[in-house]
Nanobody, 121 residues
C-alpha cells in the first residue's frame, strides 16, 4: 500500500507565505515525477508545479516566481513553498506522485487527501 500524506495548509493573509509538505510511505520501489495540483470550488483540478527525480521543475504560469517546488528523494518527500499568496490561490492542494510499488514493474499515479489553503484579502 502506498500513501501520500500532506501537511502545511491553512489560512493566510494576501502577501503571506505557506509551505506545503508531502511524504510518501508504504511499499515503494521507486518514485518518478512528483507534483502539486490544486482544485478551487467549481473549477477543474490544475497542475501547480511538478518535479522530476533529477530536480527539473515546471510551474503553472499563474505561480511562476512565487512558488517553489522541491523534493528529497531519500526521504520520499516533496514540498511547495508558496510566497506572495493571492486570494486566487485559495484551493484544496493535492500532492501527487508516480510510484512503482514493490513487486511491480510499472508506475501508477497516487494522490494525497488534499489540504486546504485559504488566502484572505
Amino acid at each position: 500500500q502506498v500513501q501520500l500524506e500532506e501537511s502545511g495548509g491553512g489560512l493566510v493573509q494576501a502577501g503571506g507565505s505557506l509551505r506545503l509538505s508531502c511524504a510518501a510511505s508504504g511499499r515503494i520501489s521507486s518514485i518518478s515525477r512528483m507534483g502539486w495540483y490544486r482544485q478551487a470550488a467549481g473549477k477543474q483540478r490544475e497542475l501547480v508545479a511538478g518535479i522530476t527525480p533529477g530536480g527539473s521543475t515546471n510551474y503553472a504560469d499563474s505561480v511562476k516566481g512565487r512558488f517553489t517546488i522541491s523534493r528529497d528523494n531519500a526521504k520520499k518527500t516533496v514540498s511547495l513553498q508558496m510566497n506572495s499568496l493571492k486570494p486566487d490561490d485559495t484551493s484544496i492542494y493535492y500532492c501527487a506522485a508516480e510510484v512503482m510499488p514493490l513487486g511491480r514493474l510499472t508506475y501508477s499515479n497516487y494522490w494525497g487527501q488534499g489540504t486546504q489553503v485559504t488566502v484572505s484579502s
